[in-house]
């Protein structure tokens, strides 16, 4: 998967409690996402960062926040769980940007969360 | 909200026969990626065709881009098993954002 982890991978949880996923690369790449995947939406972007320090929101950013204080680690909180958060969330990166250079992504092999 | 459209959502075939997919998206794209999904795995990238092209191939892929229709189609060429998986297509439009539609899911029939 490219040097991309995520960790954890499952991880069950109860409505109100925090939760952190983890996304880690060894590749360098300048950009990272967090997606949601869930039937009948397909890929859904939740946040993404352009640099250290720098996010920025996507489609479905309500109640989730990112943190990348590192290159290659990039951080997704649950500030309060709930079950409507329940998902198979994906961490992907690319190395550049530009309208014209296109951008392809890699994926990491995801993290199941379940929210009780 | 989604920009691309999967057509059709599932589709079975027999193995050896091509497999075609479509994807239909709303707004000015820069550019069209499509990605396999197998079960239970991330996403892969599988090729990108620019705004400025009309075909491309890449093994047994082959992968058209009508501009003025919205619309790219994703060929596979004598299917085997392990090209069962889903497929997404992902556009890149002008406002710098990459949306992924829902999906095809291929099964591919021994």
């Known amino acids: 998967d490219a040097g991309i982890t995520q960790s954890p991978r499952h991880k069950v949880t109860e409505t109100g409690t925090p939760v952190t996923l983890r996304c880690h690369q060894t590749?360098?790449?300048?950009?990272m996402y967090w997606y949601r995947q869930d039937p009948g939406h397909g890929l859904r972007l939740i946040h993404y960062s352009y640099g250290v320090k720098d996010t920025d929101k996507g489609e479905v950013s309500d109640g989730y926040s990112v943190s990348r204080s590192k290159t290659e680690d990039f951080l997704l909180t649950l500030e309060s769980a709930t079950s409507s958060q329940t998902s198979v969330y994906f961490c992907a990166i690319s190395e550049s940007r530009g309208l014209a250079g296109g951008r392809e992504q890699f994926f990491g092999p995801g993290t199941r969360l379940t929210v009780l | 909200s989604q920009q691309g459209e999967e057509d059709p959502q599932a589709l079975s075939i027999q193995e050896g026969e091509n497999a075609t997919m479509n994807c239909s998206y709303k707004t000015s794209i820069n550019n069209l990626q499509w990605y396999r999904q197998n079960s239970g795995r991330g996403l892969v990238h599988l090729i990108l065709i620019r705004s400025n092209e009309r075909e491309k191939h890449s093994g047994r892929l082959r992968v058209t881009l009508d501009t003025s229709k919205k619309s790219s189609s994703l060929l596979i060429t004598a299917s085997r098993a392990a090209d069962t998986a889903s497929y997404f297509c992902a556009t890149l439009n002008r406002d710098d954002k990459i949306i992924f539609g829902k999906g095809t899911r291929l099964h591919i029939l021994p």
């Open positions: 590749e360098n790449h300048r950009y």
